[in-house]
């Protein structure tokens, strides 16, 4: 039995960074928004105080922030030939599962993806010409351009206090920044984040091998600061327990921080907890979305909350199940390539050194989330020529750490004994004398990358689990070894002691251990329904009264991390939803 | 033996909050965590899992893989086999968090765990299978064998080198037997393990105390004071 409830102006599936922009955006548009969040309200007074956040064990090893696999998960292959199996566990990626969502317990690197990305289909045929791109690689533009979402990503780095140092303002290059970024109206709201020594160890290397560093752009805010909506942040405290964790001090830019409490005193706005969204409903004809079926978790009851606009706004997989589940939009059949929904999934990929140097301290368990200098000479440099190294895409180098805690974070030379006598003294002496300097890769679309419903498993609601088809092709592998070369490269420079040197990777993707929750695509942004699920505006082009807004819509997946688009493409959404969809509903963008 | 509660300056966590608010910009002081003399054995803490044979199992392998030296007691005095029982007798253990829904595949190892196991089964038929083994090779459970028995056991076990008749892949075992040793050792000491931060204080991590915004220049490249802080003394 189904409880139907008074209809609502719009329902937000899901209060993480995207849900809780749009719920804000739309309450004070005047709309009566109602949030449905599967998992439970966490504070940073209650819950995210010391001393029992600085838990590893909990957090990291435990991972009490995030979703539980025992009631809902999704099952993995590497090929279609494959029989895919649960994922039982979390390893690989690690979805949030409160109030604030992973935007409580990233790390908060904050980028702006450029029109590298937006145009990549474009760009890269232009200059080295259609055979170029390999047959299998679907990559796509995504219809909307760097210079479209700029006030946005401006927007959403004032909001989430964003500190790190411009490299290019108005096309005039800035000392210190990223010489490589696509030209910003304005500086970051904060400065930089103070560089620890492996930061500045790596950033003296990089240079030296002629590469151009910077401070990296990260939601750690390096002083006090208030947002232009009022929200208050600390200063961050370089506690080294950043990545999983909530913040103490309210410095890391979170949902729960910086615009969720101003959707939540806004009387227009309503908040429902334990509530699992599993069906959006339709209209007779499919042409509009009606409203949401959710199940109270603390009950069992489900209720049907009927809506003018629905937005999903869970996880990239979660809205992407969604969608399946509820039949909206034509699922993508890897055999025919055609379908958009579960199209175009990709991940990242990533290589790594760690270097032992035994007259130095690194004091490793004192860093931000941010505290790490990048360089992006194999990135978002287009004058780096892929034609000889043959791969689309590119990786940024960090140098440093984030979140080194011992559980988890113990590294010692390769070769050395794994317990005893031997491992303890050189667990006890490379702990303080090893540093990191790593690759994170772009992964482009493949056509045999997908995500559809599993034919055998079942969530706690009865329903299919999302079953996700995945690995790395030649592309990522040559990338990987490029990335490898530089970073070894650079390592050497520096004279270690000992090194681990980085290799790249060209082992299947496996779903353990952690690699990077900066998982895309499903649900795609475009400018043609045939090849994509949405369009410009993140509405559906089946239904347009449905929004779907987040990394699902990417239409592939850079080295950067994912949340500067997905913070600026909710304000882009909420902007078009306020100014032109509640006036004149109906389609946005041509078909 | 002096009570380091009364030793260290209080930290309430609503005054941390309060300084991290306002930028941070008093250090809070370093809540100095008193060096406690050489602690008298522990009382024996009990089991709410382990059976007499697991227990000696699992205490041998403690004392073997955290053996005694100038940096660490040995595992059982440090309460590796406490944080171990403690885990498998709790939430984890009994499969919190953990798919348990079939039909059951092997799979490929890039699919990650596929056992119908809860952790704390596995660890009952990884040990049980584990003594089979050695009984088999050497007459004797585990925990009657000599060290150098032992050391040859486990490198044999950690290589993938042993087969467990008709039990869990000993690859599988292995590995979580050996995440549950490291986290015994260098988890927060509430769970049992890590017994006078004695984890913590051979790799000098400070645990919990963690305000270091002024601490990266002040000790850059440089040692920071040992004086690891738990959940417990900041509460």
Same mark, same amino acid.
């Given at each position: 039995?189904?409880?139907?409830?008074?209809?609502?102006?719009?329902?937000?599936?899901?209060?993480?960074?995207?849900?809780?922009?749009?719920?804000?955006? /739309?309450?004070?548009?005047?709309?009566? &928004? &109602?949030?449905?969040?599967?998992?439970? *309200?966490?504070? %940073?007074?209650?819950?995210?105080?010391?001393?029992?956040?600085?838990?590893?064990?909990?957090?990291?090893? $435990?991972?009490?922030?995030?979703?539980?696999?025992?009631?809902?998960?999704?099952?993995?292959?590497?090929?279609?030939?494959?029989?895919?199996?649960? *994922?039982?566990?979390?390893?690989?990626?690690?979805?949030?599962?409160?109030?604030?969502?992973?935007? &409580?317990?990233?790390?908060?690197?904050?980028?702006?993806?450029?029109?590298?990305?937006?145009?990549?289909?474009?760009?890269?045929?232009?200059?080295?010409?259609?055979?170029?791109?390999?047959?299998?690689?679907?990559?796509?533009?995504?219809?909307?351009?760097?210079?479209?979402?700029?006030?946005?990503?401006?927007?959403?780095?004032?909001?989430?206090?964003?500190?790190?140092?411009?490299?290019?303002?108005?096309?005039?290059?800035?000392?210190?920044?990223?010489?490589?970024?696509?030209?910003?109206?304005?500086?970051?709201? /904060? =400065?930089?984040?103070?560089?620890?020594?492996?930061? &500045?160890?790596?950033?003296?290397?990089?240079?030296?091998?002629?590469? @151009?560093?910077?401070?990296?752009?990260?939601?750690?805010?390096?002083?006090?600061?208030?947002?232009?909506?009022?929200?208050?942040?600390?200063?961050?405290?370089?506690?080294?327990?950043?990545?999983?964790?909530?913040?103490?001090?309210?410095?890391?830019?979170?949902?729960?921080?910086?615009?969720?409490?101003?959707?939540?005193?806004? =009387?227009?706005?309503?908040?429902?907890?334990?509530?699992?969204?599993?069906?959006?409903?339709?209209?007779?004809?499919?042409?509009?979305?009606?409203?949401?079926?959710?199940?109270?978790?603390?009950?069992?009851?489900?209720?049907?909350?009927?809506?003018?606009?629905?937005?999903?706004?869970?996880?990239?997989?979660?809205?992407?199940?969604?969608?399946?589940?509820?039949?909206?939009?034509?699922?993508?059949?890897?055999?025919?390539?055609?379908?958009?929904?579960?199209?175009?999934?990709?991940?990242?990929?990533?290589?790594?050194?760690?270097?032992?140097?035994?007259? $130095?301290?690194?004091?490793?368990?004192?860093?931000?989330?941010?505290?790490?200098?990048?360089?992006?000479?194999?990135?978002?440099?287009?004058?780096?020529?892929?034609?000889?190294?043959?791969?689309?895409?590119?990786?940024?180098?960090?140098?440093?750490?984030?979140?080194?805690?011992?559980?988890?974070?113990?590294?010692?030379?390769?070769?050395?004994?794994?317990?005893?006598?031997?491992?303890?003294?050189?667990?006890?002496?490379?702990?303080?004398?090893?540093?990191?300097?790593?690759?994170?890769?772009?992964? *482009?679309?493949?056509?045999?990358?997908?995500?559809?419903?599993?034919?055998?498993?079942?969530?706690?609601?009865?329903?299919?689990?999302?079953?996700?088809?995945?690995?790395?092709?030649?592309?990522?592998?040559?990338?990987?070894? @490029?990335?490898?070369?530089?970073?070894?490269?650079?390592?050497?420079?520096?004279?270690?002691?000992?090194?681990?040197?980085?290799?790249? $990777?060209?082992?299947?993707?496996?779903?353990?251990?952690?690699?990077?929750?900066?998982?895309?695509?499903?649900?795609?942004?475009?400018?043609?329904?045939?090849?994509?699920?949405?369009?410009?505006?993140?509405?559906?082009?089946?239904?347009?009264?449905?929004?779907?807004?987040?990394?699902?819509?990417?239409? @592939?997946?850079?080295?950067?991390?994912?949340?500067?688009?997905?913070?600026?493409?909710?304000?882009?959404?909420?902007?078009?939803?306020?100014?032109?969809?509640?006036?004149?509903?109906?389609?946005?963008?041509?078909? | 033996?002096?009570?380091?509660?009364?030793?260290?300056?209080?930290?309430?966590?609503?005054?941390?909050?309060?300084?991290?608010?306002?930028?941070?910009?008093?250090?809070?002081?370093?809540?100095?965590?008193?060096?406690?003399?050489?602690?008298?054995?522990?009382?024996?803490?009990?089991?709410?899992?382990?059976?007499?044979?697991?227990?000696?199992?699992?205490?041998?392998?403690?004392? @073997?893989?955290?053996?005694?030296?100038?940096?660490?007691?040995?595992?059982?005095?440090?309460?590796?086999?406490?944080?171990?029982?403690?885990?498998?007798?709790?939430?984890?253990?009994?499969?919190?968090?953990?798919?348990?829904?079939?039909?059951?595949?092997?799979?490929?190892?890039?699919?990650?765990?596929?056992?119908?196991?809860?952790?704390?089964?596995?660890?009952?038929?990884?040990?049980?299978?584990?003594?089979?083994?050695?009984?088999?090779?050497?007459?004797?459970?585990?925990?009657?064998?000599?060290?150098?028995?032992?050391?040859?056991?486990?490198?044999?076990?950690?290589?993938?080198?042993? %087969?467990?008749?008709?039990?869990?892949?000993?690859?599988?075992?292995?590995?979580?037997?050996?995440?549950?040793?490291?986290?015994?050792?260098?988890?927060?000491?509430?769970?049992?393990?890590?017994?006078?931060?004695?984890?913590? $204080? *051979?790799?000098?991590?400070?645990?919990?105390?963690?305000?270091?915004?002024?601490?990266?220049?002040?000790?850059?490249?440089?040692?920071?004071?040992?004086?690891?802080?738990?959940?417990?003394?900041?509460?």
């Amino acid at each position: 039995m189904v409880t139907k409830l008074k209809e609502v102006d719009a329902v937000v599936v899901g209060l993480g960074w995207t849900g809780g922009i749009l719920a804000k955006e /739309l309450a004070e548009a005047g709309l009566k &928004v &109602v949030a449905l969040e599967r998992g439970e *309200m966490r504070t %940073t007074a209650d819950d995210y105080a010391v001393p029992n956040i600085r838990d590893e064990l909990r957090y990291v090893v $435990r991972h009490d922030l995030m979703m539980d696999t025992a009631r809902d998960t999704l099952t993995v292959r590497n090929n279609p030939s494959q029989e895919a199996l649960p *994922m039982r566990r979390l390893g690989s990626f690690l979805p949030g599962d409160v109030v604030g969502g992973s935007g &409580v317990h990233w790390s908060g690197h904050t980028w702006r993806w450029t029109d590298m990305e937006f145009k990549a289909r474009s760009m890269y045929e232009e200059r080295y010409g259609k055979a170029f791109i390999p047959a299998d690689m679907s990559i796509q533009d995504w219809g909307i351009t760097y210079a479209e979402l700029e006030p946005y990503y401006d927007r959403f780095e004032y909001t989430a206090a964003i500190s790190g140092k411009a490299g290019n303002i108005g096309g005039k290059l800035q000392d210190g920044g990223n010489p490589f970024e696509a030209p910003r109206a304005r500086d970051y709201p /904060l =400065p930089p984040l103070t560089p620890i020594l492996a930061s &500045v160890m790596f950033d003296k290397a990089a240079k030296n091998n002629g590469y @151009h560093t910077f401070p990296r752009p990260s939601a750690n805010a390096s002083r006090a600061y208030t947002n232009p909506d009022g929200a208050k942040f600390g200063a961050c405290q370089y506690c080294g327990y950043c990545q999983r964790f909530g913040c103490e001090a309210n410095a890391k830019g979170s949902p729960h921080v910086a615009v969720i409490p101003f959707a939540m005193k806004n =009387p227009n706005f309503e908040l429902r907890t334990h509530a699992w969204a599993t069906k959006i409903l339709k209209d007779s004809i499919g042409k509009k979305v009606t409203g949401v079926v959710y199940t109270n978790v603390l009950t069992g009851e489900e209720f049907e909350q009927p809506a003018g606009i629905v937005l999903l706004c869970a996880y990239v997989l979660n809205n992407v199940h969604l969608m399946l589940t509820s039949g909206i939009g034509a699922p993508y059949d890897p055999a025919s390539g055609a379908g958009v929904v579960g199209k175009n999934y990709c991940y990242q990929t990533g290589a790594g050194a760690t270097l032992f140097f035994e007259d $130095r301290h690194f004091n490793p368990f004192m860093n931000a989330g941010g505290s790490n200098y990048t360089m992006d000479d194999f990135n978002t440099n287009w004058n780096f020529d892929r034609g000889p190294h043959g791969f689309i895409g590119g990786y940024n180098i960090g140098g440093g750490f984030n979140t080194a805690l011992p559980i988890g974070y113990r590294p010692v030379p390769q070769g050395t004994p794994q317990w005893g006598r031997a491992w303890k003294s050189a667990t006890a002496k490379y702990y303080q004398t090893a540093m990191n300097i790593g690759a994170s890769g772009s992964v *482009m679309a493949n056509r045999a990358n997908y995500l559809d419903l599993d034919p055998t498993y079942k969530n706690a609601f009865g329903q299919p689990l999302m079953r996700m088809t995945f690995d790395y092709k030649d592309n990522e592998h040559k990338m990987g070894r @490029h990335a490898a070369d530089t970073v070894n490269a650079i390592a050497k420079s520096m004279n270690p002691t000992a090194m681990n040197a980085a290799t790249a $990777r060209t082992d299947p993707w496996t779903v353990v251990p952690y690699q990077s929750t900066h998982n895309t695509g499903g649900a795609i942004m475009g400018v043609n329904p045939k090849n994509s699920a949405l369009n410009k505006y993140l509405q559906s082009w089946d239904c347009h009264n449905l929004f779907v807004v987040g990394a699902n819509a990417f239409a @592939h997946n850079a080295s950067y991390n994912p949340t500067g688009p997905v913070g600026a493409l909710a304000y882009w959404t909420a902007d078009a939803i306020k100014n032109r969809y509640i006036k004149n509903p109906g389609p946005l963008a041509p078909a | 033996m002096s009570d380091p509660k009364q030793s260290r300056p209080k930290l309430a966590r609503r005054d941390f909050l309060k300084a991290a608010a306002v930028g941070g910009a008093a250090a809070l002081p370093q809540a100095a965590a008193a060096q406690q003399p050489a602690a008298a054995p522990p009382a024996p803490a009990g089991y709410a899992f382990l059976n007499a044979q697991e227990a000696a199992f699992i205490e041998a392998l403690a004392d @073997h893989m955290i053996p005694a030296d100038a940096l660490t007691p040995k595992g059982t005095e440090i309460g590796i086999h406490i944080y171990i029982d403690r885990a498998l007798a709790g939430a984890w253990g009994k499969g919190d968090r953990l798919y348990m829904q079939g039909p059951w595949k092997t799979g490929v190892p890039s699919q990650g765990y596929q056992l119908p196991l809860t952790p704390a089964q596995l660890f009952r038929a990884g040990i049980d299978s584990s003594n089979a083994s050695c009984r088999k090779t050497y007459g004797k459970t585990f925990d009657r064998l000599d060290e150098k028995q032992r050391e040859e056991f486990l490198a044999a076990l950690a290589a993938g080198k042993i %087969t467990f008749d008709a039990g869990p892949p000993s690859r599988v075992f292995w590995t979580a037997l050996y995440q549950t040793v490291m986290e015994g050792m260098f988890s927060d000491p509430i769970y049992g393990g890590n017994r006078n931060k004695a984890g913590w $204080r *051979m790799i000098g991590f400070p645990g919990a105390i963690a305000v270091h915004r002024d601490n990266i220049e002040k000790y850059r490249d440089k040692a920071f004071p040992n004086e690891p802080v738990s959940i417990s003394e900041m509460s």
